[in-house]
């Protein structure tokens, strides 16, 4: 079987984008040189992130969330039964985790509620898979509970900061001051050439946003 090419690679690691659902939500699968990572935001679409995971050989540690909108956790019972990993979430987005199933019957939507998480994520938390290593840091205002991870080059954003955009904060839980002061305390004061990773559309950097997002200038 041909390995997918990753989306893109930052020194051993490798990180593949698919996007799934009718929002077109990106589900991120990262591994380091040993094949040993974690899958994130497994938001639609359970058979084909299973593919993924299958034809890449990647040895899933867990699934960690971003959020808990209903676009991001779509896939997680399926995923995490056939995988049987654990599933990692903020507690402030807990009450958004188990409305997934009527936030998705509103949009007329088929859901599968995923049961609860097993683990907590907090600020600074370590994040370790083999040779990958992953600092979690909290950025609410999207979502209460809404955390990015950090690594060695890269960002996973969820839904805080696109390429030329931000996240919606007119949502339940939403808060757009502290999106923006979270977007410049957590995200930019990473190095401008952090490739960052957003949970809808293509990647971006740090410096590019700084420069150009209409929404931080």
Do not use: C
């Not at 995988?83 to 019957?105: N, Q, W």
């Not at 950025?139 to 809404?146: Q, S, V």
């Amino acid at each position: 079987m041909t390995v997918p090419a990753p989306t893109r690679t930052h020194g051993s690691v490798r990180i593949w984008s698919l996007s799934t659902g009718p929002l077109q939500e990106n589900a991120l699968l990262v591994a380091g040189a040993d094949n040993q990572g974690f899958l994130f935001d497994p938001g639609d679409d359970a058979s084909r992130i299973l593919a993924l995971v299958r034809a890449t050989g990647v040895t899933v540690q867990a699934i960690l969330l971003t959020h808990a909108h209903f676009d991001h956790i779509g896939a997680v019972q399926p995923v995490r039964e056939a995988l049987k990993v654990p599933v990692y979430l903020h507690p402030a987005d807990l009450p958004l985790y188990r409305l997934g199933a009527d936030s998705a019957g509103r949009w007329g939507l088929p859901f599968t509620q995923p049961a609860d998480p097993e683990h907590p994520i907090a600020q600074g938390q370590a994040f370790t898979a083999g040779d990958l290593k992953l600092i979690a840091r909290e950025l609410p205002g999207h979502a209460p509970g809404h955390v990015v991870f950090v690594g060695d080059g890269f960002v996973i954003a969820g839904d805080t900061l696109f390429a030329g955009g931000i996240g919606r904060t007119d949502l339940p839980g939403g808060n757009h001051p502290q999106l923006l002061a979270g977007i410049r305390q957590e995200l930019f004061t990473l190095p401008g050439d952090t490739y960052v990773y957003p949970g809808h559309g293509g990647y971006t950097t740090i410096d590019r946003e700084k420069r150009s997002n209409p929404f931080l200038q």
